[in-house]
C-alpha cells in the first residue's frame, strides 16, 4: 500500500516518492535499563512480582544491590513498547490482514503492560497515602474526656468519657482567677503514679496577710487516677514570694510564705485583694494520643 502523505517526524523522512521511510528506535538501550545488570531478565509481562515491585518503587525487575525507581522504568517501559511497535511497524503490510492482526495484538499487549505498570505504581502511592493519612490520624488525637467546672479546692474526683490506659498525656484546663492556663501530665508510667502540675502566677495583693501586689505564686495541683475512669485533684497549694509594705520602684526585704495544705491555701486565696483573682476552677481534661509512627515507606 502506498503513502498519502507524510510528516517530517524525528523518525521520519521522505523521499521524491512522498512516501515515509521510517527510522528504527532504539529499544536495546531501554531494555538494557528494565533489565538493571541482570543480561538474563527477559521481559514478557508485568507479573504480580513485578507489579509488587512497582508498587514499593523497586521498579521492574530490582537486584540486591540496586533497583531503578518506578519513574526510571515507566520510561523505559513505555520507550520499549513504542520502538518495539514503531519497528514493526516499518515492515508491516497492511494488505496482510492476519500480519495486521498480529500487530494490532501487539499494541494492545504492550498498551495492557504499560497501564499495568501506571496501576501497579499508582497504587502504590495511593497505599502511602492512606498509610500517611492514618498515622497522621493516630499520631496525635485529642480527645475530650470532660467538661464542665469544679472547684480546685474541693479536690474533687471527675469521672472521664473513656479509659485514660489508651492515652499518653492529659491536658487539664484551669483558669485561675482572670487567667486561662493548661497543665499537662504523662500518662507514660500507668495510672498507678502521682502527678503534679505547678504553674506561675502573678497576683494581686493581700492586705490581711500584709503581701503586696505584683507577688508571685507557684500553684502546685496534684493529680491522681483512682482507676482507669477517674481523675482526682489530691491538692492544691500555693508557695509565695513577694514583698511587704513596700512600694514600687524600690528595693525592699522579700518575703517566702509556703502553705502546708489546701485548705490554708484557700484561706488566703479568699482574702486576696482583687476579687477576680479568687476562683480557680478546672474545666475541661483532654486525652492526648502521641505515638511513634514509623515510616510508610519500605515498612
Known sequence: MGCITCGQGANQSSDNSGCCNLKAMD???????????????????????????????????????????????????????????????????????????????????????????????ICGLWDIVHCLDGKTRNSVRVVNLWDGSQDIFSTPTIEMSESLDQFDYLDLHFHYGTERVVGRVSLEGGIGNFATITMMDKVGGNTSHNIDAGAMIAKEVG???????????????????GTTGGALDQVHPAVYLA??????????????????DRPHTVNKIEGIISRDTGSCIGG
Open 223 to 241: 493529680v491522681q487516677y483512682p482507676d482507669k475512669k477517674h481523675v482526682k485533684l489530691d491538692h492544691f497549694v500555693w508557695s509565695l514570694t
Open 27 to 121: 529499544v536495546v538501550t531501554p531494555l538494557n535499563d528494565i533489565r538493571n545488570g541482570d543480561e538474563n531478565f527477559c521481559f514478557s509481562e508485568i507479573t504480580d512480582k513485578i507489579c509488587e515491585n512497582l508498587k514499593n518503587d523497586e521498579g521492574i525487575n530490582p537486584s540486591a544491590t540496586h533497583s531503578n525507581s518506578d519513574c526510571d522504568d515507566l520510561t523505559s517501559l513505555n520507550d520499549l513498547a513504542i520502538g518495539s511497535l514503531h519497528n514493526a511497524l516499518k515492515t508491516l503490510n497492511l494488505c496482510d490482514v492476519d500480519a495486521y492482526k498480529c500487530w494490532l495484538d501487539s499494541l494492545l499487549s504492550w498498551q495492557w503492560n504499560v497501564d499495568k505498570a501506571l496501576i501497579c505504581a
Open 259 to 276: 502553705f502546708s495544705s489546701t485548705s490554708k491555701t484557700k484561706a488566703y486565696s479568699d482574702t486576696q485583694d482583687v476579687v477576680a
